[in-house]
Nanobody, 126 residues
Framework: QVQLVESGGGLVQAGGSLRLSCAASGRTFSNSAMAWFRQAPGKEREFVAALSRSGLTTYYADSVKGRFTISRDNAKNTVYLQMNSLKLEDTAVYYC???????????????????WGQGTQVTVSS
């Protein structure tokens, strides 16, 4: 059974940092595109960051560019999201996602991804 399990969320003050982890099991994701999305209360889920299947290309939403970094450790079958300079508007449930095979959808499209985690809450306080 394929599973993605996020961790590392929590409560942090504005300006602080958190590192989210997404541990995959059930299959190797070293050749998968991986991404992070988030959903704030009352809003639709939105793209945050993605890493291409080769691992050579990263892609970020404009709202997090320069503050967030996505990375992966293939040996641990884990993808990370380092979040720095957190803002109140970063408060959301963060989800990781992985694709299963090549897709014509872009890295930022939810439709690309076949596997999703259950989410981890990130709350930024003033």
């Amino acid at each position: 059974q394929v599973q993605l399990v996020e961790s590392g969320g929590g409560l942090v003050q504005a300006g602080g940092s958190l590192r989210l982890s997404c541990a995959a099991s059930g299959r190797t994701f070293s050749n998968s595109a991986m991404a992070w999305f988030r959903q704030a209360p009352g809003k639709e889920r939105e793209f945050v960051a993605a890493l291409s299947r080769s691992g050579l290309t990263t892609y970020y939403a404009d709202s997090v560019k320069g503050r967030f970094t996505i990375s992966r450790d293939n040996a641990k079958n884990t993808v990370y999201l380092q979040m720095n300079s957190l803002k109140l508007e970063d408060t959301a449930v963060y989800y990781c996602a992985a694709d299963q095979a090549y897709s014509s959808y872009t890295l930022g499209s939810e439709r690309r991804y076949d596997y999703w985690g259950q989410g981890t809450q990130v709350t930024v306080s003033s």
